[in-house]
């Protein structure tokens, strides 16, 4: 009895139950804990949103309802109409934290010192079997993350869906990827996909710096051109427009865009190596 006390005990440690996921979520959240019972999506929602979600993470929310065959209806006055959606900013007096406080959720994950779009996922019984989610963050930004999780759980289906909260952050500010490499430079539609990837795993910053591309580095202070030839296109060079819809991109998924410059030999034989940078910069903030 006590060899089998000893291996039940050791198991506990090994797999505590906060620890066994209902959802394969990527990254891995930093904690799954299941609820009670199974619950399903209606194909029509209605959705209860605080002052401070901002449009984007509207959209997205939409975005992610739509591809999974739900429609969505946002509530223009939801503090006093139960919604099956709502989605919260920490201390904003908004129906995120009511929510919160009907469920008894632990806050204390939103305020965790040091880490980064900290943010809630709590997914419970609305009422016979129907689907309430809040996702309240710290921010806008934060709620925005949590969507990410969402749209892996409804990867599953809409129907049958294990209770769950889940409590998650970033351990670092930045989260991304740069494009830094030597050769053909992405495209710019491979550069979009990727963007949308990102918002998916909840990365949050693009670096842009392809060696093969002229104005980055070996013509680096001079401006985009506004137009291509074939040749140029099929060589992965860009112009003005590619960057403005790649940027455009990267707000609605909530990428941030950090341009690269690479001046070479320049740092060390241009005496006015500063002064250009800083233009060929100023340039790239206003495209």
């Known amino acids: 009895m006590k060899k089998k006390s000893l291996f039940i005990g050791m198991a506990a440690l090994i797999f505590p139950s ?17 609820g009670t019972g199974k619950v ?12 401070g979600i901002d449009q984007s993470t509207k959209n997205r929310l939409t975005n992610i309802l739509s591809a999974h065959g739900i ?18 900013v920490n201390g904003t007096n908004g129906r995120g934290n009511a929510v919160a406080a009907e469920l008894g959720l632990s806050l204390d994950v939103l305020s ?42 409804l990867d599953n289906g809409i129907a049958d869906l294990e209770t769950v909260t889940i409590n998650d952050y970033a351990d670092l500010k930045e989260r991304g ?10 495209s710019s539609s491979v550069r979009k996909d990727l963007l949308r990837f990102m918002m998916r795993y909840k990365m949050n910053c ?45 707000a609605d998924t909530k990428v941030s865009v950090v341009w690269a410059i690479h001046p070479g030999n320049a740092i060390m034989y ?6 250009d940078v800083m233009k060929k910069f100023g340039s790239m903030y206003d495209l």
Request: aromatic share 12%; proline share 5%; with cysteine.
């Open 18 to 34: 906060t620890m066994m996921a209902q959802y394969t979520i990527y990254p891995v959240p930093h904690e799954q804990t299941a």
């Open 270 to 275: 241009s005496a006015t190596v500063v002064d």
């Open 206 to 250: 693009y670096v842009y710096g392809p060696k093969s591309d002229p104005y980055h580095s070996g013509k680096w202070g001079e401006p985009y051109p506004t137009e291509l030839t074939e040749s140029q296109k099929a060589s992965g060079f860009v112009c003005q427009q590619d960057l403005k819809d790649f940027t455009s991109v990267a």
């Open 112 to 153: 965790k010192e040091g880490k980064f779009d900290r943010h809630i996922v709590s997914l419970t019984d609305g009422g016979q079997g129907t689907a309430r989610l809040l996702v309240l963050g710290e921010n806008t930004d934060a709620t925005f993350c949590g969507l990410a999780s969402l749209e892996q759980m």
């Open 40 to 51: 399903s999506f209606p194909t029509k929602v209605t959705v209860s949103c605080d002052k």
């Open 71 to 88: 429609t969505a209806t946002f509530l223009d006055d939801a503090s006093s109409v139960a919604a099956n959606i709502y989605l919260g």
């Open 177 to 186: 990827i740069i494009e830094g490499f030597y050769g053909k430079p992405y």
